[in-house]
C-alpha cells in the first residue's frame, strides 16, 4: 500500500513506523484550550490518544439520524453498500457529521435474498451481460462512489459480471461484491472484482484461492461480526465461523489489504443487525482474536480504507487531509478495546 499507516499520537508528537510494528507514542505538553490564528484551537489533550477517524466500509443507513451514532462512536467515515435509492443516503450528507458514501440498490438475479426485498429496482435484476451494462448506466445516473455486487449460486454469472467490471471501470468506479462461500470468493477472483466483502462461511479460504485474490489485487472486507452471527442465526449446518476467522488470519498474512467492515442495518429481512457504531468496536476486536494486531486492526478501520476505496484526502493525521480525528483516554495498540474510551471526535474538524 502506498499510504503509510496511522499511528495513535500521544497528546500531539508522532512518529514514524512500519505496518507490522506497534506504533510508538510520543509525548508532548500541549496548552490549555487558546486561540491559535485563523480561528483555529490548541486543546488540551490531556495525556489522551489522538488516531485518525474511524471507517466503517460496511454500512446500510436507512435513517440520517445513524450518523450522529456513527460519529457518537468515533466513525467519522461510513460506506453504504446497498440502500436505495442512492438519492435517500446523499440527503443526509452535513458538514462536521459522519461522511456516508453509497453504492445505490446492489446488482443481482431474480430468485436471490436480497432481490425480493419489497421495492427493490428491476433496473438492479442482471441476467446477462446487458442488463449489466444497463444496471451500471443506471447507478452511474444516480452519481453513485461505486458499484455493488451480490454473489450468489443463482448468479450473476461469469460474463455478466465482468462485463459489469469493464463498465464501471471505463467510468472510472471501483466494483465491490459480496460473497459469503468460498466458492463465490473463486468467482469474485476470476471475474476481476475490486474489493469483496464478507467472507467464506461454508468452507476457509486455500492457497489456491488466496493467490489468486492476490494476483488479481482484490482487497477485502471480511464483516466477521456478521458472519458469526449469520452463523448463530441462522442453523445451517454446514456453517462454521471457524472458516472465517481463518479465511481472515490467512488473507492477512498473504499480504492483502482487509478492512473493518460490520454491515450495520435494521432491515428487517437481514439475518442480525448490528448496532450503528458500536458494532465497529465489535469488528477490531473479532479482528484481533482472528489473528490481527491492535496496530493492524486500527489500520484496518483508517488507513486501510481510505486507500482501497480510494479516498485520498483521510486515513491519517497530516495536513492538508481532512481533520477527522478521535481521541481515547487509553492506548488501542496495547488493548484494541480501548477504541471505546473515547473523549472527543472530531469530523471536519468539528466536534459535538
Known amino acids: 500500500m502506498s499510504r503509510p499507516p496511522p499511528s495513535p499520537r500521544r497528546n500531539s508528537s508522532a512518529s514514524k513506523n512500519s505496518h507490522h510494528e506497534r506504533p510508538s507514542l510520543g509525548r508532548t505538553k500541549v496548552p490549555q ?34 450518523l450522529l451514532t456513527l460519529q457518537k462512536y468515533g ?22 457529521v459522519t461522511d456516508i458514501q ?29 442488463a449489466g451494462r444497463k444496471f451500471v448506466a443506471a447507478r452511474i445516473a444516480e452519481g453513485v462512489d461505486y458499484i455493488k455486487l451480490v454473489l450468489d449460486p443463482l448468479g450473476p454469472d461469469d460474463a455478466t459480471i465482468k462485463a459489469i467490471v469493464k463498465a464501471a471501470h471505463e467510468k472510472g468506479l471501483q466494483v465491490i461484491a459480496e460473497a459469503e462461500s468460498y466458492a463465490l470468493y473463486a468467482q469474485a477472483a476470476r471475474t476481476g472484482i475490486d474489493i469483496v466483502t464478507h467472507a467464506p462461511i461454508d468452507k ?11 494476483s488479481s489485487d482484490i482487497k477485502v472486507v471480511p464483516s466477521l461480526l456478521m458472519m458469526q452471527s449469520t452463523v448463530n442465526n441462522t442453523g445451517e449446518p ?5 472458516n472465517t476467522a481463518n479465511s481472515a488470519k490467512s488473507l492477512l498474512q498473504a ?15 437481514f439475518p442480525v ?12 476486536a473479532m479482528m484481533v ?25 483521510r486515513g491519517a493525521i497530516k495536513p492538508g487531509l481532512r481533520a477527522d480525528m478521535v481521541m481515547l483516554s487509553a492506548d488501542p495498540t496495547v488493548d484494541i478495546r480501548n477504541t471505546r474510551n473515547i473523549l472527543k471526535v472530531w469530523v471536519e474538524g468539528i466536534s459535538r
Open 33 to 66: 484550550d487558546q486561540e491559535h490564528g485563523f480561528g483555529a484551537v490548541i486543546m488540551n489533550g490531556k495525556g489522551g490518544f489522538l488516531i485518525p477517524g474511524l471507517i466503517d466500509s460496511n454500512v446500510r443507513l436507512t435513517d440520517c439520524a445513524y
Open 75 to 96: 466513525v467519522t467515515t461510513a460506506l453504504d453498500m446497498g440502500t436505495f435509492p442512492y438519492g435517500d443516503v446523499m440527503k443526509c450528507g452535513e458538514h462536521g
Open 102 to 130: 453509497g453504492s445505490g440498490a446492489v446488482g443481482t438475479v431474480s430468485g436471490t435474498k436480497i432481490g425480493r426485498i419489497p421495492g427493490f429496482p428491476s433496473d438492479s435484476f442482471i441476467p446477462t451481460p446487458e
Open 204 to 214: 476457509a479460504l486455500d492457497g489456491a484461492v488466496i493467490n489468486n485474490i492476490t
Open 238 to 242: 454446514f456453517f462454521m465461523y471457524t
Open 255 to 269: 499480504g492483502i489489504p482487509l478492512a473493518a467492515g460490520t454491515e450495520s442495518n435494521e432491515s428487517p429481512y
Open 273 to 284: 443487525n448490528p448496532p450503528f457504531g458500536d458494532s465497529l468496536h465489535d469488528e477490531l
Open 289 to 313: 482474536a482472528a489473528g490481527f494486531t491492535p496496530s493492524q486492526a486500527i489500520q484496518a478501520a483508517t488507513s486501510v480504507p481510505a486507500s482501497i476505496f480510494q479516498m485520498d484526502d
